[in-house]
């Protein structure tokens, strides 16, 4: 059995290249880093007097906050309307010159105004109905 070296007493330095937590006011000691610094540390306070460069836009809960006007017949039924327009064009059409258009533009403008549930919806889908069923009679 080999012998083992004597031990010597008292406190014994690290090994070369272990880390050492040095005591606070020694050479090397530091505070520990605080969760305030790094790269998500707050910003820091603003300086006396600073204010930011535009007030900011009022928003929907601020009773001062302007509500927008109700949407007008027009806008309501906007699509409604340029159905019958294009079915009196049509129907304009075929009684002064004779030219009889098919009507599927209107009746394709119809399902979207059925789509957008708009007001004046059922006129516009009668009106391209017309419009489809009256080129049908004069062509055939």
Known sequence: M???AP???GP???PPGAWTNPAPGSPGWAPPPSPNDGPWAPPPPPAAGWAPPHPAPPSSWDPGFARPAAPTFAQQNKGSLIVLGMVAFYFVLAQTI???LLG???AMMSF???QRREPLRWIAVAAAGLA???AARSIG
């Open 2 to 4: 080999p012998s083992e």
């Open 7 to 9: 031990q010597p007493e």
């Open 12 to 14: 014994q330095p690290p």
């Open 98 to 100: 004779g030219i009889v």
């Open 104 to 106: 599927i533009a209107p």
């Open 112 to 114: 979207r105004v059925v």
């Open 132 to 134: 489809v069923v009256m």
